[in-house]
């Protein structure tokens, strides 16, 4: 799905009535607390930017934090979401960054993207090309960029360097594939064994990844033999944690680095002493919430590292991950799917 | 125990027949496989210096290195113990800096330091300065070097700023309590209960240490009240792993840093993925072995460290831990004490 500018112009003419979100009033699972509800703007104000939200999806973070299990919770109640697209409608007397008609992500966690009109603060957004496909749009200030920090600042990897990564069918993981393959690295990818497992491989091949693993074949000795081919990783990316992260510790080059920025196992990571004293691996962890607000007054470097995600974008070297496409009334359905175990579409609500 | 470089030579007259040490011929308990026997000393040449050795102590990695556990493993046979402090009596017509009637102590691990006298590479070794007591110069390379550089190069600390350890009542651990007091920080420093217990906290007090607790009150939530003292800990020392790591890691500061040198619990550390991903905690791990070699072709750092340390112990502020000084012939005591539980007091051989 690709809206130019004038198409998605044409789309808000299909506003009619009052502006509606999905709200929850307290803490719960997403299906029983969310409920699609009519809203009431805040004034815009001199500083504020009327958006008419287009597509936002639904991230594993965002059913934590309706769940109330986040480290960061709103106020309630509130609209959940935290990543999506919007066009700005209008804008206040002091906005200088932005005009109706440019297309906005959030540049913050906790907006509440799931409502089909929004007033945001100006230094809440951030301006996209208008040529970035929509779905390119709404998932991209999340898990693309979480990729592109996690391969940039933890380790100097140049061509030919290799990455290891379990969750590789993630958002987070589909992203390094293509930003590691844009950068010459090679990559190893552990996913979970599943029905059709040849078809995951296909497709993640088709991103870009050198190696796809399951996390059965991750523990054998002949792991081993990849290692003739390509270097061992210097870096470890982990989004599960327990058995699979100490797996991806062992095979770590000396004095490698594993970020974790996931636990989707709900198990924590067990590092074997000597890994630490005698390998020199180092541990430490991402979230791209706490980078946005530690680089919340200089946004030099997050609209820089936006201008090179948008560069590999019109490439053809990012895309989207695979998408499903919801209407907000069918919101119900996205949860659910989004919950399921491998399914491997993203849900994406369309406002 | 202090000599001068006068009594040490005096003391040289002691030296009677052929040179002996302990040496092992294959890796098992040190019990049964280290056996005091003559040896040959190898050909000095023109780089090599003559040490006779003067003390060396007993640390619980040259019983792992005997056992066959440790990371480095020298050639069998070989002689036990890495670190000690010797006498220069000869030296090879190509050595400068050093000259005989010079203290000094290995620059690197695996040297074999039980043995009454031995030929040494000149670049193995480091002066001492003569004013140094024997004991701190016998037990200075790896404890107080460990505790050094784990409080330099981990984390910007500022007098003030706090500091939580395990094993508090290791070389390390006693090491750490006195150089971070000489920094103006304040020392956490965690033991295990035992009998006797208050007599251990008085001593760790008497070092410097600012707070002495057991395992089981780390556990307790109480131990939040000495946060109403001092800042929340932004480095952990941990040289015990399992559920003691963990629990550091709990009382942690958000960005804070774990650094592991040991493992004595033989369990490993396991860490919650929302300390690292929310909490942003970083793990590490020291090898004093690994950093001697590699700043093995530039020793500026390493002297720079020694003369650091030595100031300190002129000061009185860096002193040798609790020594049992034990005749060479009576090894297998030495063996024995130094496994033992609870001896607080480090074995030190006297050649």
Redesign the interface.
């Known amino acids: 799905m690709r809206l130019a500018v004038g198409a998605a112009f044409r789309a808000m003419s299909a506003v009619q009535g009052r502006p509606r979100g999905l709200v929850y009033e307290k803490h719960g699972e997403p299906a029983q607390v969310l409920q699609l509800k009519d809203i009431n703007l805040p004034e815009m104000g001199a500083s504020g930017v009327h958006v008419r939200m287009l597509a936002a999806p639904v991230n594993p973070s965002d059913i934590n934090m309706i769940q109330g299990s986040y ?1 960061v919770l709103p106020d309630l109640p509130a609209v959940g979401g935290n990543e999506g697209v919007g066009l700005v409608v209008q804008i206040g007397s002091n906005v200088t960054s932005l005009k109706p008609g440019d297309l906005v992500i959030p540049a913050d966690a906790g907006l509440g993207t799931w409502q089909t009109e929004a007033v945001f603060g100006e230094e809440k957004l951030l301006k996209m090309p208008p040529d970035i496909p929509l779905m390119c749009a709404a998932t991209l200030s999340v898990n693309p960029c979480t990729a592109f920090r996690m391969l940039s600042d933890f380790k100097t990897l140049k061509p030919g360097d290799s990455v290891i990564q379990n969750a590789a069918n993630s958002g987070v993981g589909q992203a390094v594939i293509q930003i590691a393959a844009a950068k010459g690295l090679k990559t190893i990818n552990v996913v979970r064994d599943r029905p059709n497992l040849q078809e995951l491989v296909d497709r993640l091949k088709s991103l870009g990844a050198d190696h796809v693993l399951t996390e059965e074949a991750l523990r054998k000795p002949e792991v081993k033999d990849l290692f003739q081919e390509i270097p061992k990783p210097l870096l470890a990316l982990n989004g599960v ?1 327990g058995k699979s992260a100490t797996e991806m510790l062992r095979l770590l080059q000396h004095k490698g680095t594993m970020v ?4 989707m196992s709900k198990q ?20 791209m919430t ?1 980078w946005k607000r530690d680089n919340a007054q200089n946004k030099e470097e997050l609209n820089g590292m936006i201008t090179d995600l948008c560069t590999l974008i019109r490439k053809g070297q990012l895309t989207a991950p695979a998408c499903q496409e919801v209407p907000l009334v069918d919101y119900q359905l996205a949860l659910k799917a989004s919950m399921a175990p491998y399914v491997s579409a993203k849900q994406i609500l369309l406002m």
Chains 1, 2 share one sequence.
């Open positions: 480290a944690g974790t920025y996931g636990g924590p990571v067990t590092v074997p002493v000597s890994a630490l004293i005698f390998k020199d691996v180092k541990l430490c962890g991402f979230w706490q």
